[in-house]
């Protein structure tokens, strides 16, 4: 028996990936994330020898027989580099912080967690120290799911090549300047539950996109800014980028051949809301969205005082059951004792 344990966070991309060249998440443009702190799942993962049953699968200490294809399927993928698997029954029991169905995916948390628990095992059972270690587990969490590669590390993490920099396979962590490290991601929960059209579809439908290379083109380059100002510590022209961003990405999805929308209206009035107190008030507060129609708030720690007045002024009656998330730039995966 062997029993290993880690808490991976969720993490919000500024630029996005959307879109894969390959398959097994291969992407079409490189992206950048913050390491969340709040939001994140924390796994266990125990190795047995049972011969009945090569996988059990708990969710908050319940048995979840409806995740066990897609943790099937990822297993069958990564078996050839981690043999080991063969040879072993798993067990893996996972909670998340978040609630489930608050609409926050979790595949980008839970998949980094359990890659960060597979190279640990890997590592015990060989022995050997691995020099890179959260670069292999980002490796293998991408292979889950392409945003998870960007959960293994500490503050922010850029995943995707251009031009000879970064790489497709894994992530790597980049430079935030200690202004940025304070950052704030208030999630407002427009609406919980499952989208009505997933990720992978999404991705999916930019193959013969027709505004596919022009976006493609603008992350690129949105990327490569975005970089640098993170560098810098510069939030007031990464701000506008990281808003373009949330936009290219649901006007991709609008003007996609089966097109679809994920915003609802309340998620219109946030925006337009957060966009008018910004331009009144002078405070940096900017928006970006995933693939579903909840917004991420984020802002310097400084402007707290004043962000905290607007929400609770014009904010949360927006958000579904007055529900909201308060989160921050984060330290990376954590191991737990065992
Ligand atoms: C909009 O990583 O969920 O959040 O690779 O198919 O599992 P798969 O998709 P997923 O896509 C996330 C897309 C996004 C943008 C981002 O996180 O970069």
């Known amino acids: 028996m062997m029993n290993v344990s880690w808490s991976a966070p969720s993490n919000i991309a500024l630029v996005k990936y959307w879109g894969k060249k390959e398959e097994l998440q291969i992407p079409a443009n490189p992206s950048v994330s913050l390491t969340l702190s709040e939001c994140k799942t924390t796994m266990n993962l125990t190795l047995g020898s049972s011969k009945e049953k090569k996988l059990v699968v708990l969710f908050e200490g319940k048995e979840k027989p409806s995740f066990i294809p897609k943790i099937e399927k990822f297993l069958s993928l990564i078996t050839d580099e981690l043999p080991f698997l063969r040879d072993y029954s798993l067990t893996i029991d996972s909670e998340n912080t978040f609630p489930h169905s608050s609409g926050i995916a979790s595949s980008a948390s839970s ?96 193959t013969n996109h027709p505004y596919a290379q022009a976006r493609f083109k603008q992350a690129v380059s949105h990327w490569q800014q975005s970089l640098e100002l993170l560098k810098r510590g510069n939030w007031d022209e990464l701000g506008p980028i990281v808003e373009r961003e949330a936009m290219a990405l649901h006007a991709m999805m609008m003007t996609s051949s089966s097109s679809y929308m994920l915003m609802k209206p309340q998620t219109l009035s946030a925006m337009e809301r957060i966009i008018a107190f910004r331009e009144k008030t002078k405070v940096p507060v900017y928006f970006t969205l995933d693939a579903g129609p909840n917004i991420h708030m984020l802002y310097p720690t400084s402007c707290s005082v004043e962000v905290e007045q607007f929400f609770n002024d014009q904010l949360l009656e927006l958000c579904q059951d007055r529900k909201f998330i308060d989160d921050k730039v984060g330290e990376g995966p954590v191991k737990n004792a065992v």
């Open 111 to 206: 998949m980094a967690a359990l890659a960060l628990c597979l190279v640990d095992v890997e590592q015990e059972i060989l022995g050997n120290k691995h020099q890179d270690f959260f670069s292999r587990a980002s490796y293998f969490a991408r292979i889950g799911s392409g945003s998870a590669a960007r959960s293994t590390f500490a503050h922010a993490a850029s995943w995707g090549e251009y031009q000879g920099l970064g790489h497709d396979q894994r992530a790597h962590q980049v430079e935030l300047h200690d202004q940025l490290k304070d950052l704030r991601n208030k999630i407002l929960i427009i609406e919980k539950g499952e989208k009505k059209v997933s990720s992978t579809v999404g991705h999916s439908l930019m």
